[in-house]
């Protein structure tokens, strides 16, 4: 039977409860328990595909379609099992859903309340079969006390009620801080915190206490004694250097150990940690550096190009280099030249995104790689920025560009390189756009299968001509240019199964210069890299060896 662990933070936000509760599932793992994360996330956006990459940061695509928060990214980076559609939920998905419902009737005439309904919908939630796996881990976004989150925090009381004793356990994420004037940590904070959590009738089996600073066993004991939690179930968490450092850090503080304990596992199964013994060994000792270039538009939030900068910190881990990624803004070489902002890089790699904000930029840092020869990695918008690139620069069509940005200006100023995809197939059926169709749910979402042309480098690369990647866009690059482009160099490598749409280009008389329409980002970890992010990296440890 799956035992549930509750996952909340207090005090302030951002406190790493995603990385928290990724590494302990990892720790899990590491045990030779099966586990899978979900998310329950109070914000009342259905989901986080309308949401801005500003706000929110990335949205994290799974193999099913779903768009959803980052911290599923976590959760897969760190384990492996792959996120789907029903590890996330919202406020607003759950409201919708009982809204629904009562339009239909569902409720008989009852009066629609938080207790019980809206409690009852985020509880279905929750039930998603016992046998699935040995630990479920279930993080609450935002913090106790908001008041968008207490309909989640009182399901998962009354969640761990309804079950056996000793079936569901909380983990509270709170902060220690520090007051250089009298150089202590500060424990009235978490007090606070877990009476917000009492109050709601939820008892914190462990503690995770972020902290600067190591915490004396005096304090320790007086977090224990106030928040009623047992001394060795409070746990240190500090700051690390990498993120990858986190399983073996929260093996050390002993977290695995206080999570079984509170479940009476004993004795508990030996971790077996070498995997994460090597992730470590390969972040602290790399044997070189590489510089490469994001050229973006939401530069001033990282969080926005999330995956992206993990996958190459995987593709520096499998080269055993370090990857200094640096962030370059687009705009401001829409109209200037982009070689003073894009010389000494090793490579450059041009993201995802959506707008036209920025994309004449993008198409020069395209032009700038393929005439230098530096290593290019296009990534769904950067793979048509690059068609589009070939096509204004090579194939002699200067009204290149892509009617996504028609569409936004309202006026025709393009040749549609790139078009807008109104029907497409997904495995064996068939799926259709509508023109009118809202913006949330109308991309081309999820995993699908592409070939690849036997012995092009993307074949050699993945080892393999049959693929699945994750895809999130609206556009698609026209075959209709494929034979003029193709005469000049630019190969379209990969095509979905039916031979209709690119997934791939690349061109033959360059180092390293690959455009996928698909976001390979999404599936990288750091115990094993994804193929195209190691070889990039690859082929930047090469430009390095040349300067
Ligand atoms: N805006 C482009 C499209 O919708 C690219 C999307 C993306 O980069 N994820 O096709």
């Not at 204004?392 to 560009?401: H, K, L």
């Amino acid at each position: 039977m799956a035992r549930y662990i509750f996952i909340t933070g207090g005090v302030v936000s951002s406190l790493g409860k995603g990385l928290a509760s990724a590494a302990l599932g990892a720790l899990l793992q590491a045990r030779g328990y099966s586990v899978r994360l979900r998310k329950l996330d109070p914000y009342l956006n259905v989901d986080p595909g309308t949401m801005s990459p500003f706000e929110h940061g990335e949205v994290f695509v799974t193999d099913d379609g779903a768009e959803t928060d980052l911290d599923l990214g976590h959760y897969e980076r760190f384990t492996g099992v792959a996120a789907r559609n029903t590890d996330s939920v919202s406020s607003g998905r759950i409201y919708s859903t009982v809204l629904e419902k009562e339009r239909r009737g569902d409720y008989l005439g009852k009066t629609i309340q938080v207790v019980p309904h809206v409690t009852n919908q985020i509880k279905e939630f929750l039930d998603i079969g016992d046998d699935e796996v040995d630990f479920m881990l279930c993080e609450i976004g935002g913090t106790v006390g908001d008041i968008e989150g207490l309909p989640f925090f009182e399901a998962i009381r009354q969640y761990s009620h309804d079950r056996p004793r000793g079936q569901c356990i909380f983990m509270h994420l709170t902060l220690l801080p520090y007051l250089a004037a009298s150089g202590e940590l500060k424990t009235k904070p978490t007090q606070h915190s877990v009476k917000e959590l009492q109050s709601i009738g939820i008892a914190p089996d462990v503690l995770v206490c972020r902290s600067e600073h190591p915490i004396p066993e005096k304090e320790r004991e007086k977090i224990a004694l106030f928040c009623n939690v047992r001394k060795e179930h409070v746990v240190a968490a500090y700051d690390l250097k990498s993120i990858y450092e986190a399983p073996l850090a929260y093996h050390e503080q002993g977290l695995d150990q206080a999570v079984l304990d509170a479940f009476q596992i004993a004795p508990a199964p030996k971790p077996d940690l070498s995997r994460w013994r090597d992730v470590y060994d390969r972040v602290h000792n790399p044997e070189g550096e590489v510089k490469v270039a994001i050229v973006g538009k939401y530069v001033q939030l990282e969080d926005a190009y999330k995956s992206f900068k993990e996958a190459l910190t995987h593709g520096g881990m499998s080269n055993r280099v370090k990857v200094k990624v640096e962030w370059v803004d687009a705009e401001i070489f829409d109209s200037e030249d982009a070689a003073p902002h894009l010389e000494g890089y090793h490579a450059i790699l041009v993201p995802g995104g959506f707008g036209e904000r920025g994309t004449e930029g993008k198409i020069k840092a395209a032009q700038f790689a393929r005439e230098r020869k530096i290593p290019y990695f296009g990534i769904c918008l950067g793979m048509q920025m690059a068609v589009i690139e070939a096509a204004r620069n090579v194939a002699g069509i200067p009204s290149a560009g892509s009617e996504e940005f028609d569409h936004e200006s309202g006026e025709k100023r393009f040749e549609p390189v790139v078009y807008h995809l109104k029907e497409w197939i997904q495995g064996n059926h068939m799926v259709a756009r509508k023109t009118d169709d809202d913006k949330g749910g109308t991309m081309r979402l999820g995993s699908y299968s592409a070939t690849l042309a036997e012995g092009s480098k993307v074949a050699g690369i993945y080892g393999s001509t049959s693929i699945e990647e994750r895809h999130r866009h609206r556009y698609e690059v026209d075959t209709k240019y494929r034979s003029v482009l193709e005469e000049k160099g630019l190969v379209f490598s990969g095509m979905s199964p039916d031979g209709k749409l690119p997934e791939i280009v690349e061109w033959t008389d360059h180092p390293w210069f690959i455009g996928v329409q698909f976001h390979p980002e999404l599936k990288s970890k750091p115990f094993a890299p994804h193929p195209l992010f190691a070889d990039f990296v690859r082929a930047a440890v090469e430009v390095s060896r040349l300067v």
